[in-house]
């Protein structure tokens, strides 16, 4: 099996030895993969991102300059739009488990999920909004807001450079 590095010569991988990408993927320039890292067929990941060591990431877009930080689980179906940080330990999740379709989290440009936060199917996370860690988000999240707590709820936000 051709390596990684020449399957790839545009994205720095910590340990190729010790990572897994499958065929069918895209990774853009300038992408960091770590090690112990799952990436599956079909996932589509953009230019300049850092995508952590012991991650899951199935059949999912990612955007440009996107952080998903260590173990993470990227369920198939998921969009994260461009400059988006993903903290470590936050699960995706795609299937409600109630017999209906499966429908998929999107997370939108320059949001921020705080670690351990867990993102139910078909959730939306607004653009720029924050999700507090250990956050379990169950509802769309508006632009720009802050939500914490399980389940996630809109807590005010300071003025920024306050
Ligand atoms: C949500 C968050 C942004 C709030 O930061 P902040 O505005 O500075 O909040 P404070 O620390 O002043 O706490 C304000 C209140 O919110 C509560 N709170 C803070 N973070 C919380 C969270 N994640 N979940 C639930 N409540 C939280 C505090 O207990 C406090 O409540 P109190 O007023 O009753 O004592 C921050 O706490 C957070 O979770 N950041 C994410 C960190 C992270 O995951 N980083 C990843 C990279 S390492």
């Known amino acids: 099996m051709e390596s ?3 399957r790839f010569p545009d994205v720095h991988f910590y340990n190729a030895a010790l ?3 499958q065929s069918g ?27 952590g060591s ?12 996107v ?15 461009d400059d988006v940080f993903v903290g470590p330990g936050v699960i ?20 921020k999920v705080g670690g351990g936060s867990v993102i139910l199917p078909g959730v939306t996370i607004g653009a720029d909004a924050v999700v507090g860690a250990g956050s ?5 999240v508006p632009d720009g807001a802050l939500v914490v707590g399980d389940p996630a709820r809109v807590r005010s936000r300071p ?3 306050t």
Not at 104 to 111: L, N
Request: glycine content about 14%; hydrophobic content about 40%; aromatic content about 2%.
């Open 54 to 65: 012991h991650c899951n990431v199935c059949a999912c877009v990612v955007g440009d300059r």
């Open 159 to 161: 003025p920024s450079g």
């Open 19 to 21: 990572t897994e990408v």
């Open 136 to 140: 379990v988000v169950t509802r769309d």
């Open 92 to 111: 995706t999740l795609n299937d409600k488990l109630t017999g209906g379709a499966l429908s998929f989290p999107r997370i939108r440009r320059g949001a």
């Open 67 to 81: 952080s998903v930080q260590t173990a993470c689980h990227i369920t198939r179906g998921v969009v994260i739009e």
């Open 4 to 6: 990684l590095e020449s």
């Open 25 to 51: 993927v895209v990774i853009g320039t300038g992408t960091r993969v770590g090690s112990m890292t799952i990436i599956h067929a079909g996932a589509v990941i953009g230019r300049g991102c850092t995508i």
